[in-house]
């Protein structure tokens, strides 16, 4: 079974409501969407949305790293050798981690198919169905409130806040008006965005704590870089912090693990380059006794499928965030996994059970 033929598609989805983060507000998923069609038929799927503010990669350079240097690199293998496949997707060029992913994800489709299972299964099987948080972004007190009863109502028991756009003193009112609102058995998380200073963070999570507020972790307080401030923050604070920005690539895990900088990593398939490189994070983590989250960005149901399917294989990834399809103003894909509430559910069908994808008319097809 041989590589045959790379195409890929831009894909435009807008969402129900803008999300906005410290870093960037967002109204519409755009992503490009590989359809990776093997010598006896099948046919793989992967996806790349643009996040340039966290990845730096964008649609015209997704698109042109699969078509002019991945696309060409693997065309023709066989992806029985598939090592020697991820080995050259990592290796012949620098950086390009979500179009890394979206072709990493094709492949692997691919090779569960031909298992005839699952892809769950093909990478470890070791959980059949999960539970999603659901984010709620950054607005004003009573939007984020609103929306937090909302998502409870809807049967969401995890909350992931967005934090870090204002003032820490709005953050600290806004979390205390949604613990009101919500109740204290709902589990409530934080997302920074890397929108805190070093000592801001510690207060702010310290004031948290005093006013026994069940923060259950913090996510990536401060800049991705700042190793050293990461690490000051953890060791400062008792609420549990997770790096995510600062960890795309094995060796950024091995050195947050070495310096114990957090206590927990958020992988994402777009920052590993996917799942080939999320499973060594992963290991390394379990090495080190520290668990792990896998999350998305605004990715639609392809991306997120195959993130939920390696997130469910490994009994070391013990938090899921895989809202995104969610938010998304209609569905167009045929397949995948099947939401049931805050529940994900996986189908029988081998690889990602992706039957068929919709694109507009006039969005175009490259290959």
């Known amino acids: 079974m041989r590589i045959q033929n790379i195409e890929v598609m831009r894909k435009y989805t807008p969402l129900i409501k803008p999300f906005k983060t410290a870093l960037r507000t967002v109204t519409q998923s755009e992503s490009i969407l590989v359809r990776m069609t093997a010598s006896d038929g099948r046919i793989g799927w992967g996806e790349a949305p643009a996040t340039v503010v966290i990845t730096g990669d964008s ?96 049967g969401f028991n995890v909350l992931k806040i967005k934090v870090g756009k204002d003032p820490i003193e709005e953050d600290i009112a806004r979390i205390q008006e949604i613990r009101n609102r919500v109740g204290n058995e709902i589990g409530i998380r934080l997302d920074a965005n890397q929108g805190w200073q070093v000592k801001e963070a510690i207060r702010c999570i310290r004031k948290l704590e005093d006013l026994n507020l069940n923060i259950e972790l913090v996510e990536q307080p401060v800049r991705a870089g700042n190793l050293t401030g990461l690490k000051t923050v953890s060791d400062a604070v008792d609420t549990l912090i997770m790096a995510d920005e600062s960890v795309f690539t094995p060796s950024q895990a091995l050195e947050v693990l070495q310096h114990r900088a957090a206590d927990l990593i958020n992988i994402k398939l777009m920052k590993a380059g996917g799942i080939y490189k999320a499973q060594m994070i992963n290991q390394l983590a379990e090495e080190y006794g520290v668990e792990c989250m896998v999350g998305s960005m605004i990715e639609s149901k392809v991306a997120v499928t195959a993130a939920a399917h390696f997130a ?25 996994v099947v939401y049931d509430g805050r529940v994900i559910r996986f189908t029988d069908a081998a690889g990602l059970g992706i039957h068929n994808v919709h694109i507009q008319e006039g969005m175009g097809v490259t290959g």
């Open 312 to 336: 469910a294989s490994k009994k070391n990834i013990t938090r899921f965030d895989f809202d995104a399809p969610l938010m998304m103003d209609g569905q167009d894909i045929n397949g995948g």
């Open 59 to 154: 649609l015209d350079s997704i698109e042109s790293a699969v078509l002019y240097t991945l696309g060409p690199a693997i065309q023709g293998r066989s992806l029985l050798s598939y090592e020697q496949l991820f080995q050259t997707i990592h290796t012949v060029m620098v950086g390009s981690s979500s179009a890394k992913a979206a072709v990493d994800m094709a492949i692997y489709d691919l090779l569960a198919q031909y298992s005839g299972m699952p892809l769950y299964q093909f990478l470890g099987g070791y959980r059949d169905r999960i539970e999603t948080d659901f984010t709620v972004s950054v607005g004003t007190m009573a939007e984020m409130a609103d929306d937090a009863e909302r998502c409870v109502a809807e």
